[in-house]
């Protein structure tokens, strides 16, 4: 039986539209299941809905001039804030290159602890709580210069968690001025 020219020849038809058909029917399941989870290359969270300084209420100081990095200086401004300030200088120095197209800013609310600040050459940009819905206080912040919010970087606890962010806050900053034509 297995000499037979029909039954062989529907044999190989078989195993071809299985050999074809099969991993679509995998990926499709795989797909639908959401056993797949797609790798991302960015540190931070990215902002969604898309909000802009404009959205919130805000005006863009350095609108189609210079990307931002900011960070939202909190009520009460202690040594570990003021290492996040000290690393939002640093991170700025080791864009190299790319320095002057980035600004780093302070972005304060009315109860903001600017005294524990002391004395520093970074912009001051005022927000309001419609800003402070989106970016909390100790988080850093990238926008574009559009004035569109572009990335978050939530609140860390330790020394080791801090580091890790600030070079994966470098490292996604790098990225977006390498693929930006704007600012």
Request: glycine content about 6%; hydrophobic content about 40%.
């Amino acid at each position: 039986m297995t000499n037979n020219p029909v039954y062989r020849g529907r044999i190989i038809f078989v195993s071809l539209v299985v050999m074809f058909a099969l991993p679509a029917i995998v990926a499709k399941t795989i797909l639908s299941q959401h056993w797949y989870q797609s790798g991302v290359t960015n540190k931070g969270e990215l902002i969604e809905p898309r909000t802009s300084y404009e959205n919130l209420g805000l005006v863009n100081p350095f609108q189609q001039k210079q990307w931002q990095l900011g960070y939202v200086i909190p009520e009460q401004c202690d040594a570990f804030c003021q290492q996040q300030v000290y690393l939002l200088g640093q991170s700025h120095l080791a864009l190299g290159k790319y320095q002057q197209r980035v600004e780093p800013v302070l972005l304060v609310t009315e109860k903001s602890d600017v005294t524990a600040l002391g004395q520093n050459d970074y912009q001051r940009v005022a927000i309001n709580t419609a800003f402070s819905d989106v970016v909390e206080q100790f988080e850093f912040v990238i926008v574009d210069p559009l004035g569109q919010l572009v990335m978050r970087y939530p609140k860390v606890e330790t020394q080791t968690e801090l580091v890790t962010q600030s070079k994966g806050l470098l490292a996604d900053l790098r990225k977006l001025l390498k693929l930006s034509r704007v600012g």
